[in-house]
């Protein structure tokens, strides 16, 4: 019996999307896909609607009928500050409040280690760790953090942070054996904040269970969320193909990783994903 009638994922043509679009399929009677990119055609228990993520009206209508939201659609990493502002800012606040607007009772945000990418790696960070972003990117991450705050306190509308960490097929360097994150893990802890009877506003890292970790995730036990995949399996092959570096390298001194060290988004070149 599937949990929701209705579940609604943005930015669902994305790359973690597209994993969620298969991974969640059994919880809903039917997934509601939006992005303003074009995806794979909707099966028959799917539904997709085109919506760009600053227009208010838009979102109101995407988000009516839904009984939680996976809210994924942002920029991607840093990018000039236009694109977060429309993309992750503006964004972010027209889909809280047609969520509050509609009566959503629970979102899964999709924030970032980024929000918190100025923290030493070996001083480490938990879900408590105060804000310390790297980039715009990560202010906007903050942002919709404490938007979610808002909304529970003065709205009761329950959100999860997913603060990811680096989600790919595999580790690609040597960060990524402490910040990997499966695709299947995330879509365990996807389902976990949504199915958990209570989740208030809860902040979680998103890791798999690796050897090396920058955070700790021991105060989100409540959310039953029990990593299967480690980047421990793929140490040797990423050690033999990629030396290691400086440890006083702005890249490797924070846990945000090469983000630290990179300028100005609106004078930086773009980068490709
Ligand atoms: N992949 C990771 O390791 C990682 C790490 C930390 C956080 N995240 C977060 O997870 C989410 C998904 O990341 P991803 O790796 O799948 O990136 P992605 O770029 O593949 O997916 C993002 C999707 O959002 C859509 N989008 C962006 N702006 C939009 C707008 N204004 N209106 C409508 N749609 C818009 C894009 O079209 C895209 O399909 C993002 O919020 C990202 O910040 C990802």
Redesign the pocket.
């Known amino acids: 019996m599937p949990r929701f009638n209705r579940l609604l994922i943005?930015?669902?043509?994305?790359?973690?999307?597209?994993e969620l679009r298969r991974g969640l399929a059994p919880l809903a009677t039917t997934l509601r896909l939006?992005?303003?990119?074009a995806m794979e055609p909707a099966a028959a228990h799917e539904e997709i609607m085109a919506?760009?993520?600053?227009d208010f009206d838009a979102v109101m209508q995407v988000v009516e009928g839904c009984d939680a939201i996976v809210h994924?659609?942002?920029?991607?990493?840093e990018r000039p500050w236009a694109?977060i502002l429309?993309?992750?800012i503006k964004?972010g606040y027209n889909v809280y409040e047609a969520a509050r607007r509609h009566g959503i009772r629970r979102i899964v945000y999709?924030?970032?280690?980024?929000a918190v990418g100025y923290e030493r790696r070996e001083v480490g960070a938990d879900t408590d760790t105060p804000h310390n972003p790297d980039t715009l990117?990560g202010v906007s991450?903050c942002f919709v953090e404490d938007l979610a705050k808002l909304y529970f306190n003065k709205f009761g509308i329950e959100s999860a942070c997913?603060?990811?960490?680096?989600?790919?097929p595999k580790p690609a360097d040597r960060r990524h054996l402490a910040t990997w994150?499966s695709f299947d893990d995330l879509v365990q802890l996807v389902e976990r904040c949504l199915v958990s009877e209570r989740i208030g506003h809860t902040v979680v890292y998103?890791i798999s269970d690796n050897r090396e970790a920058f955070f700790s995730n021991h105060k989100v036990a409540h959310l039953g969320y029990q990593p299967k995949d480690s980047a421990e399996d793929y140490r040797a092959e990423v050690e033999a193909r990629v030396g290691p570096g400086d440890p006083f390298d702005p890249a490797i001194e924070f846990v945000g990783g090469f983000l630290c060290a990179y300028g100005h988004p609106d004078e930086e070149e773009r980068i490709e994903?």
């Open positions: 943005t930015g669902a043509a994305g790359n973690l999307g597209r939006t992005d303003r990119d919506c760009e993520l600053g994924f659609g942002a920029a991607p990493v694109e429309e993309s992750s964004g999709a924030s970032s280690i980024h990117y991450k997913l603060r990811i960490n680096s989600c790919f994150l998103g994903l």
